[in-house]
């Protein structure tokens, strides 16, 4: 996703005359605090950035549509966690907007969790400790049997601070041989996997 955020950031800054941290500053400064806990709906904050970016309506719904047709999924990883599927518990805790979950069922990636755990649908974001325990409640396990993997490092080790296992994802190829050694060894497995 930084990837393609990245390069969006650097077309539309170019296109609006604006420099691409400035066009990133308008999408997401603040957004901790409320879209991404779900204190404001998807609407009112793309008003929030057209406003941001003096765009009309018109122009903010492009920037949208954009946004979520740059949006890939490391189809390798899903891969993985699709044979790993049945032999394990998949949960998916994501820091996220509402808008998510219809690009999740649009790339198939519902049909391999088990349970999804959106920041926006339950008022708290990684690395609150909170959001956690929602997802290990939702799937009834126990720390000790859950192995939690993000790409961002605050993130694993909150995971770890609860006690779960937890992997730093930088290679898709590091990280599926350390969920097939989690699956093999854990007696009742339980993924935590961040899109």
Known sequence: ???????????????????????????????????????????????????????????????????????????????????????????????AWPDIRAGLAEAGVLDLADTVVLSCEVGYAKPDPRIYAIALHSVRADPADALFIDDTLEHVDAATALGMSGHLHSHTGQTLTRIERFVESAPLPHLGYDH
């Open 1 to 95: 996703m930084a990837d393609c955020l990245t390069a969006a950031a650097a077309a539309w800054g170019d296109r609006l005359g604006i420099a691409p941290h400035a066009f990133l500053a308008a999408l997401f400064a603040g957004n901790d605090d409320q879209i991404l806990v779900g204190r404001v709906g998807e609407a009112a904050w793309w008003r929030t950035i057209a406003d941001r970016l003096h765009l009309d309506e018109r122009q903010a719904a492009a920037i949208r549509a954009d946004l979520r047709a740059r949006q890939t999924w490391n189809s390798a990883l899903l891969t993985g966690l699709r044979r790993i599927h049945g032999r394990a518990t998949i949960t998916i805790v994501s820091n």
